[in-house]
């Protein structure tokens, strides 16, 4: 039968050329059969939402939308400072060009820090339309800065807007794979719904679409991508209930019911996993039908106040943040099998200096390293009584930030941070010459409990003993 081509809400022509899972979320699949022009285009908003919502973690993956030629960075505001991420880097950021009190006082200098010239006139042409013309007087070399204490990122994620937009994810995948269900009049009321104004907050109070515990391991199989978002789609048995479960990055979770339809298929159920990672639209998802719909699909199997209470939610997040760690292992274990390539084909006598840049390379690391020895020192001493007061403080001096400085570090923390790489080096240096290297013992160097014992014994134990000898 000829699949219909007319608007799921208004019944004119479709042919918008929508993308059915958001591109902003590294979706790369289109339809042209769901919504007209004027309905695709009322709905944009929500999916602005859910990639404002979910900005952190696409820019902690770097995902491409479709169409772009890179992926949006992520602007966080931490100790009075603007910063931007992306990968696995943070960079200084200037202040957003859209705020009113971002804009410089006319005729005077001020410092900005971009990451390059373009970007610095690009920020320019923003500024001006407050009214102020900025001029590049003056370029400097860039320079890597270092930040001891850990960033302050809070993130918001929920509310009625995103429950909107999960909404028009649910009803386009029900109308991509089940299109003639889709548009009757049984579902008139969801849709109702999803065309009010977002504004209006108590749209989605009802039982039509609320936050999930389960994860897609806990009704189908695992996700087989590493960061793949699943949306299952169906009509229950029995009672044909349409039903929708979304989850974003395998976990952010939510379920939808749709309302009543009458099947016109056997088949009864689709699941869609989506990699968000994946170039091209071909291989950015795999579907599944089925004849039968997990009957978990569309049920409340834990409430909002349950997953935060019990933890799931936290839980969820952590388990985000653990696979995106083992991808930025994987590719620095990558990254150091080409070093040590390099080093072994370097004379000996010559190789030091290498050891030491392969160090510095990753001196970021090895400065949290010495931050976790300083700090599990600083608490020892401090429940030792008040006596040992001066100690933890003087210990504060080598793990401190100073923005003021060029490296962002205290001198304190610099000469500590030095000594503590050129340690490293040397521990590389001999193994290397013994033929006992490989990038597995230089992560456990700059990350591991190798590091953290050998850091202890040549650099945390002198700063002791001097201190120690001072107090007696």
Not at 175 to 194: D, G, N, T, V, W
Not at 196 to 208: I, K, L, N, Q
Not at 377 to 389: I, K, P, R
Not at 407 to 429: D, P
């Amino acid at each position: 039968m000829k699949r219909p081509r007319d608007c799921i809400i208004c019944g004119k022509a479709a042919g918008s050329g929508e993308h059915v899972f958001p591109a902003a979320l590294g979706g790369r699949r289109t339809s042209n059969g769901i919504y007209c022009g004027e309905h695709n285009q009322h709905f944009g908003p929500l999916v602005a939402y859910l990639q404002e919502d979910l900005l952190m973690m696409n820019a902690c993956l770097e995902i491409r939308p479709d169409r772009q030629d890179s992926a949006k960075p992520f602007y966080f505001d931490s100790d009075g400072a603007r910063y931007r991420l992306l990968g696995d880097n943070v960079f200084i950021a200037p202040p957003d060009p859209s705020d009113p009190s971002s804009v410089p006082p006319i005729g005077v200098p001020v410092d900005r820090e971009f990451l390059s010239l373009s970007e610095a006139e690009e920020w320019g042409r923003q500024i001006e339309r407050h009214g102020v013309k900025i001029k590049i007087v003056q370029k400097q070399e860039s320079r890597r800065v270092y930040k001891v204490q850990p960033y302050k990122i809070t993130l918001k994620f929920g509310g009625h807007e995103v429950l909107h937009a999960v909404a028009y994810l649910a009803l386009s995948f029900f109308a991509q794979y089940f299109p003639r269900e889709a548009r009757q009049e049984s579902l008139a009321e969801f849709k109702r719904l999803l065309v009010r104004p977002v504004s209006d907050e108590d749209v989605w109070a009802g039982e039509f679409v609320w936050w999930e515990g389960g994860g897609p391991v806990d009704i189908v199989r695992a996700n087989p991508y590493r960061f793949g978002h699943t949306v299952i789609v169906g009509i229950q048995s029995g009672s044909n209930q349409a039903s929708a479960y979304i989850s974003f990055f395998s976990c952010l979770n939510f379920s939808v019911r749709l309302g009543y339809v009458e099947p016109l298929t056997e088949v009864r159920s689709v699941v869609v996993y989506i990699d968000p990672e994946a170039q091209t639209a071909a291989a950015s998802c795999r579907e599944q039908k089925g004849f039968e719909l997990d009957g978990r699909v569309g049920e409340r199997l834990m409430s909002l106040d349950m997953l935060i209470r019990g933890g799931k939610a936290e839980a969820a997040m952590g388990d985000f943040l653990r696979r995106v760690s083992d991808v930025r292992s994987e590719q620095l274990l990558n990254a150091l099998r080409e070093d040590l390539e390099v080093l072994k084909s370097v004379a000996y006598e010559e190789r030091f200096n290498l050891c030491l840049e392969i160090v510095d390379r990753y001196s970021g690391y090895v400065l949290q390293q010495f931050r976790r020895l300083v700090k599990d020192a600083e608490s020892y001493f401090a429940s030792l009584g008040a006596q040992y007061d001066p100690i933890v403080n003087y210990l504060r001096c080598f793990v401190s930030d100073c923005p003021e400085s060029s490296n962002g570090l205290s001198y304190e923390t610099t000469a500590m941070l030095q000594a503590s790489c050129q340690v490293l080096a040397c521990e590389i240096y001999t193994r290397s010459g013994r033929g006992e290297i490989s990038a597995e013992n230089v992560i456990e160097l700059i990350q591991g409990v190798d590091g953290l014992n050998l850091l202890k014994k040549e650099i945390l134990a002198r700063i002791l003993s001097v201190v120690l000898r001072g107090v007696e």
